[in-house]
């Protein structure tokens, strides 16, 4: 095995146990005899290039076990996207300071990233082992069963759904959540985990993988508001017209864009806002309220799957194991065994490195406004435990006298 | 002691622990050798002159106790204002199925309801006790240290702001986070328990207590960007210009009102959007983000304070003891003892009853963009345990090479 140091970064949106991946990693990395150190890049491959870095070596057990139960990406994180001469900064400062082994923890742009410093090393003959580790509130990479992050998010999104559900049978109404991600609708629709019995919402879910026509969303609400009395919408940011126009920019005059050329989808109720006004305007209906549920659902302190945070863990750890113990390059991905077990399996980082998993057509139904069973199979097992019992009362009304 | 029925309700906002509430006096009410049956009346008041009422005498404890454990008002609620007509048909429906004790869990609004219900029996010679039990996430009750409710929400408006701060640090920003609160600014001003290191935010809060003046506001937020190199604001949905105006209605076009007048702040994602675009057009920062936390902050599954559940258990226990043990009319009255206990007094209705509680002026910095310790000190108590320990990466820079 090569002796040097080991460097470690995260990329991209950070997520519930982002940090889980990061000590799992580090942990394991420090085992080795031949690593020098451990160091973190600071705020992505712009703190290599930067040559902001921190050294782990010697961060204690305990504090680290306390990063591991933190939300957000502890050694801060980019949306720089490297192109060729950043990846020439990138790989001299990899040489100046003998890294060896390069850990990049991030979704898909992120193990492109990887990919790209990867091969630029090998093209300028220096030898280095990059690891990509999966991580992605969207579940959206290529060759995983899901991603860390995601069931945390999942769990966040079913808990906000099942609390409304509760509100909105208290108060009536129609209410639309909008939930993040831009091309996969895993995270919209996790929200059927909000329901128990047969009348509870969310009554309508709508995803990016379908094109989203507001005549038909229009008579969807109409429909489910007359069988129910009331009307519980998710939404995916990421709906679009069929031209693929995301329906959000139907209204905003300037769209923000990020490095990846991305249109800006969150940190604005301004969807919510849209589809609240056209139930109101064209239906008629008088308590209309949206909610955007924005960071909260990949930051929220104090929800997390614990399931999660184990595969996360894990994760970070597998990733030091090939890397260092056995000089392997790729990504960690994440394969399902039987109901339920993961192995994560070394794979070439070119199978997941900018690329999107959309849902499964098995997972949406033929109406294309809500999921099927066989999501909620996927789905349940990533959660782990239901925070309560859902309950209702059951006592029997009281025989009318006056109004009899 | 008179013998009869009692009748309870829930009325306006639901919360995490109303239910705790409803329980509390439904087992102790049932106690009683005197009461012949307890009545639930469905979505408050309206349930009432409906005559829509369900009969809780056997439902078993067993559920009672899963009850008392989701959010929501399982009874139902209402935003019915009762006049004059409204409670002579209470009045009618209370006299015709014998309910001798009326108990009313709801906040200012409602306390005022069970008021004119009570008078209203009481000049029509009808033996009614009639008593309210403190609810609002608001905290805007009089006569009341705190109202159960309010320490859940807070709860998570303080974990909503401590995950937004440690994701704005990964990338960072400007970030505002609209909180509900009308006229008082106390869950608004709970985001202040979100910071633990010296750089934490929200950096700044904004109030209803006081005027908002946008010209100030970006100033502040220039001020904390330049110092930081990121910002994190908590608004009140309630801010208003020195009128009195809703900064929402600079915006709006058509304004939505309630039953009793109010202006709908909720439920739209304008506010957030407005100062985001302020900020972006008249400072030229680039990432700046606006989320509005929403109903998410009344109903969400999972998220209460261990001190809230027990004190709106007890709450509603006392309001039965005091009702049907005592023949008391009037409402539960929370007063802290020491730090950190709360005595259960029982005081009269029209010490609460139409009346908003706003926050002391001891509790906002003169430069009205921020909280005090005495606020701190002030909600600490009633948060319960705190969900995870604060934590950073303690690692020392590694030296730079090429750019020494």
Redesign the interface.
Known sequence: MKPGKALIA?GG??TAVINQSLVGAVLQARSYGHIDAV??AL?GVRGIV???????????NL?LE??A???????????DKPDADYCKEIA??LQ??DIRYFFYIGGNDSSDACRIVGNFAKESGYDLTAMHIPKTIDNDLMANDHTPGFPSAAKFVA??F???N??N???PGV?VGVVMGRHAGFLTAASAM?RTFADDGPHLIYLPERTFDIDKFLGDVKSMYEKHGRCIIAVSEGIHDETGAPIITKLQEEVERDAHGNVQL?????L??LL?NEIKSKLGIKR?????????Q??????VSEVDQKEAREAGQMAAIQAIGHGNSGTIAMKRVGNYAVDFQLARVEEVAALTKVMADEYITAEANDVTPAFCDYLRPLLGAA????????????S????A
């Open positions: 995260q949106g950070p160091y973190g705020h930067d040559e902001e870095m921190i050294d782990l070596t010697y961060e204690t504090n306390r990063i139960q933190i939300p957000s990406s502890a050694l801060g994180s980019t949306r001299k400062v100046a300071h808990g906000a099942a609390g409304v509760l509100d049978r208290s108060l209410y909000a969150s940190g604005t109720g301004a919510a806002d609240v209309v309220r949206g909610d955007t549920f924005g960071y909260l990949r930051s929220f302190l104090g929800v925070p309560l019992d859902a309950a209702r009362l059951l006592s029997p009304k009281v009318k006298i006056l109004k």
